[in-house]
């Protein structure tokens, strides 16, 4: 991966220097910069992890392509903030993610509603996963 994949690879992502620094690399913003800059080797780890959110995005756009017109019809959810997720990285995924299916393919956002959703999964007996977030947004 050259330096400047890394940044564009950061930044189609939705992550800043600080948090690309932070939930990636683990290390200081400065050192971030530098493997942008091509001044410092890019880890092995780092790419690695990059590499496999970048292949994560790839196949879950590549469905949604498969879809055709059909894609028109899915909700994605959009979190504002990062609480409601696994980590920043993972909204930060969810957030570029939600912003090209919905540009890109005609998807509709959803804005998480915490509230809402408990309501959704208690009235249903579910408990708080992926799917039963997919279904909540389906049915909003």
């Excluded at 530098?34 to 780092?46: A, L, M, S």
């Excluded at 196949?59 to 504002?80: D, F, L, P, Q, R």
């Amino acid at each position: 991966m050259t330096p400047l994949e890394l940044k564009v690879a950061r930044k189609l992502l939705g992550l800043s220097t600080v948090e690309a620094a932070e939930h990636i690399g683990k290390v200081s913003k400065r050192s971030w910069e530098y493997w942008e800059n091509g001044q410092r080797t890019i880890k092995p780890d780092v790419e690695e992890l990059i590499n496999s959110l970048l292949a994560r995005r790839r196949e879950i756009i590549s469905e949604v392509y498969n879809m055709g017109e059909n894609a028109k019809g899915i909700s994605v959810i959009y979190y504002k903030s990062p609480e409601y997720c696994e980590s920043v990285l993972e909204w930060r995924f969810s957030q570029s993610l939600a912003s090209t299916l919905s540009l890109d393919f005609g998807a509709r956002l959803v804005e998480f509603d915490e509230k809402d959703f408990e309501k959704f999964i208690n009235e249903n007996m579910l408990l708080d996963s992926k799917p039963s977030r997919a279904m909540w947004a389906a049915s909003r």
